[in-house]
């Protein structure tokens, strides 16, 4: 059983930073894919960044350049460093785990674990 908690989310202006936290626990999995997703009021949840257990990293578009995906295996900890954040970026963000993945992906369809989502709003 995989659980995942995600914290760090807040209220911030735009061209702001956050940080996102998700502390992970019972992945005793050698290969996955660990990532965060968003979800807008009103808006299909969307892949954000991800990266697998060697590192390799996958962004949305809407992020590259902005958002930096990182984990920290010692502490098993999973970090978003969100700058220049914009006012489109408020969402709920959800960190979820794809224990059978062989390279980070987007695909949410195959992430099976999911914690229970940390709010981020941009205002402008």
């Known amino acids: 059983q995989v659980q995942l908690v995600e914290s760090g989310g807040g209220s911030v202006q735009a061209g702001g930073s956050l940080r996102l936290s998700c502390v992970w626990s019972?992945?005793?999995?050698?290969?996955?894919?660990l990532g965060w997703f968003r979800q807008a009021p009103g808006k299909e949840r969307e892949g954000v960044a991800t990266?697998?257990?060697?590192?390799?990293?996958r962004y949305a578009d809407s992020v590259k350049g902005r958002f930096t995906i990182s984990q920290d295996n010692a502490k098993n900890i999973l970090y978003l460093q969100m700058n220049s954040l914009k006012p489109e970026d408020t969402a709920m963000y959800y960190c979820?785990?794809?224990?059978?993945?062989?390279?980070?992906?987007?695909?949410?369809?195959?992430?099976?674990?999911w914690g229970q989502g940390t709010q981020v709003t941009v205002s402008s």
């Open positions: 990266i697998d257990n060697v590192g390799r990293t």
């Open positions: 019972g992945m005793t999995y050698w290969r996955y894919s």
């Open positions: 979820a785990a794809d224990t059978s993945a062989v390279v980070a992906h987007l695909d949410l369809r195959r992430y099976s674990w």
